[in-house]
């Protein structure tokens, strides 16, 4: 190409992109508040996909810890032979622990000496993270036919050197089933994830073995908890609520399938694990009042969705007395979260732990039935509605689609789109009826970019939001989903996906960023204004709380400057502190990764206002919480 050509290529192309849109007017009007805000608008929805808990927020490190098996052997697990040691491992169909688990791994070790031991070793979940100075609580149960006293070593070994970063040794011994509980602390070595466990003894033996379970510290330090860094971050969005358990995960495949609350609450040993519906097992490691412990450590009210009769595969009770079990069965789970203790359920929650009853005003009626092709859910849903609303009349009760017969407290909308689409669903709920149902936007994103949302993706969400909080006094909800991927191959079932993470570390998408942004700032009213003047992709809402603070959402979606001149009327004439955080990309398609997981993050500003008037120019492809001290 000619160098005139070039500089041709250059004037049309670049030009463009520099120069500005037409100014834009925003007048907002303090002494004028409009519509109230829900103070619950911002919250999380969960399910397990994408290895959201086991090889995610569930701490555990131990990948397949129920010795589960295919044509291939035991899944996750492999047989040591060191030295001139000899063995061999299978699964043993009729020994376990409980009847939950009546299965074992048997460990046949026909030739072992200290220089030669034999046992097993665990991959995790991707590798097992080891940091510095790091305390790992674990468990197993055992049987033997050593008789006494077997000694078992077990070791967190760096996958190349062959180290040992921590160990711990457990005495063996009986023929009974027993639970044995160990502790190993790491040294001062570097943080990595290519890592694995060892499990060996040093002369032969059987030893049959089940439920081996490794934990690093968790969030809140509790027991079988939560990974410290993946709370960090949903801490920082300041959530108010946790939509659980699912999602498609509540329904299952079929329905043997769904998310059997009941066998998923008690002691670890007393829950037999399940196919998910995508594609994976799950531990079932987090059960009810795990989840129900989350939402303590993080202060979020639970949402508690109960299976309505559907799965994923087709199959559908009838409503009628077909039901009703499972009617029973939701009505149990509600007395489990927020009975009182003397209740039969409460006692079975407060001997797994947790004496107080759950604060609990929401509950959802299945998910995404608008799929039911038999086209039962106005049965399906009055008979729940009227069965809960009988025994709990405070309960507001969620249907998942606009239904007949009955009119639900509450319908839950569902929004996947690219970032056109969402900049129209911005002004979707605008003229809605206020008359009917509130909505709880249940599951919502732009869904552009993998594993996790780009730029682009989070000015689509931004818009969207912008158009929530101006109609939050009917949309009372919102959240988000996929909330988790694991970004190691064969982690994600489902693109675009807010959080990601290995077994090492994790990093927030630029849409993660912008709910944080979002989360960070919301007043109890939203104000009177108005824009003229603005180019079709600015979006912005305004909330204020009466004599503390204004929060400005502004979100420019186009390549180029929007100049603002921004009024509040109202302000007075002195001056007030604000602060501005801004997320910003030079393209749509700019984004983080595991590696380099920071390069699209909230700027903050500081800044003194003089009077009402503000001369604002916003980047392009940017997103902006302005917050104004109004004390
Ligand atoms: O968020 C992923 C899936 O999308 C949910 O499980 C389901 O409710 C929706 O279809």
Same mark, same amino acid.
Request: hydrophobic content about 25%; overall charge negative; aromatic content about 8%.
């Given at each position: 190409m000619d160098k005139a050509k070039t500089a041709f290529l250059v004037t049309v192309l670049i030009v463009p992109a520099l120069s500005g849109q037409t100014p834009a007017a925003l007048k907002v009007d303090l002494n004028r508040p409009k519509t109230p805000v829900s103070p619950t608008l911002y919250g999380l929805m969960t399910e =397990?996909?994408?290895?959201?808990?086991?090889?995610? @927020?569930?701490?555990? @490190?131990?990948?397949n810890r129920t010795f589960r098996s295919d044509w291939s052997g035991i899944l996750n697990w492999f047989l040591l032979e060191k030295g001139a040691a000899s063995a061999k491992v299978s699964v043993?169909? #009729? =020994?376990?622990?409980s009847a939950a688990l009546p299965s074992s791994a048997k460990l046949e070790v026909t030739r072992a000496d200290a220089n030669s031991p034999a046992g097993l070793l665990n991959e995790g979940y991707w590798g097992i993270a080891v940091r510095p100075n790091a305390r790992y609580t674990g468990s197993l149960f055992a049987r033997t036919d050593a008789g006494s006293s077997l000694l078992m070593k077990i070791a967190l070994v760096?996958? =190349?050197?062959?180290?040992?970063?921590a160990s711990a040794a457990v005495t063996l011994g009986g023929a009974a089933w027993k639970e044995y509980k160990f502790q190993m602390q790491s040294g001062n070595v570097a943080a990595s994830s290519e890592n694995h466990l060892e499990m060996t003894i040093d002369r032969p033996a059987t030893l049959w073995l089940q439920l081996v379970s490794l934990f690093p510290p968790t969030y809140h330090d509790r027991p079988h908890g939560n990974r410290i860094d993946i709370m960090q971050k949903l801490a920082a969005m300041h959530p108010s609520f946790l939509r659980f358990p699912g999602g498609n995960y509540l329904e299952g495949g079929r329905i043997d399938t769904r998310f059997d609350w009941k066998k998923m609450i008690?002691?670890?040993?007393?829950r037999p694990t399940h196919p998910t519906t995508w594609s994976y097992h799950s531990t079932?490691?987090?059960?009810l009042l795990e989840y129900l412990d989350w939402c303590e450590d993080l202060r979020m009210e639970p949402v508690l969705a109960v299976y309505a009769?559907?799965?994923?595969? %087709? @199959?559908v009770v009838k409503p009628g007395p077909d039901l009703d079990p499972y009617v029973q069965d939701a009505l149990d789970e509600i007395e489990y979260v927020?009975?009182?203790?003397?209740?039969k359920w409460g006692d079975v929650r407060a001997r797994d732990g947790h004496a107080a009853p759950f604060k609990l005003r929401y509950v959802e009626v299945?998910?995404?039935?608008?799929?039911? #092709?038999?086209?039962?859910y106005d049965g399906r849903y009055a008979q729940f509605f009227k069965a809960i609303k009988a025994k709990y009349p405070n309960l507001q009760v969620i249907a998942t689609m606009p239904v007949k017969g009955v009119t639900p407290d509450v319908v839950d909308d569902h929004y996947y789109n690219r970032e056109q689409r969402m900049f129209e669903l911005a #002004?979707?709920?605008?003229?809605?009826?206020?008359?009917?149902p509130k909505i709880f936007v249940g599951e919502w994103a732009t869904? =552009?970019?993998?594993p996790t949302p780009n730029l682009g993706a989070a000015l689509g969400d931004a818009a969207f939001l912008t158009g929530l909080e101006r109609n939050s006094d009917l949309v009372v909800m919102a959240a988000y989903a996929?909330?988790?991927?694991?970004?190691?191959?064969?982690?994600?079932?489902?693109?675009?996906?807010l959080i990601g993470y290995n077994a090492l570390t994790s990093y927030g998408s630029p849409a993660y960023y912008a709910q944080v942004m979002f989360g960070s700032c919301l007043g109890e009213q939203t104000m009177e204004s108005d824009l003229p003047g603005? %180019?079709?992709?600015f979006f912005y809402s305004v909330t204020a709380s009466k004599g503390a603070k204004l929060c400005m959402k502004l979100v420019n979606a186009a390549s180029t400057t929007q100049p603002v001149t921004i009024t509040l009327n109202g302000l007075g004439a002195g001056t007030h502190a604000a602060q501005l955080d801004t997320l910003k990309a030079n393209t749509i398609w700019a984004t983080n990764t595991i590696?380099?997981?920071?390069?699209?993050v909230p700027v903050r500003s500081t800044l003194a206002l003089k009077g009402e008037r503000l001369e604002h120019v916003m980047p392009p492809y940017s997103i902006q919480v302005l917050e104004v001290n109004l004390k």
């Open positions: =397990e996909i994408n290895y959201s808990y086991d090889g995610g @927020l569930y701490a555990e @490190l131990i990948r043993d169909t #009729r =020994e376990g622990p760096g996958d =190349e050197s062959g180290q040992v970063l008690g002691p670890l040993v007393d079932d490691g987090m059960g009769g559907y799965s994923l595969g %087709g @199959l927020a009975g009182a203790t003397g209740t299945g998910n995404e039935d608008n799929f039911d #092709r038999a086209r039962t #002004r979707h709920y605008d003229n809605a009826d206020r008359n009917g869904r =552009e970019g993998t996929p909330l988790f991927v694991n970004v190691d191959p064969g982690g994600m079932q489902w693109s675009t996906d603005a %180019g079709d992709k590696t380099n997981p920071s390069r699209i």
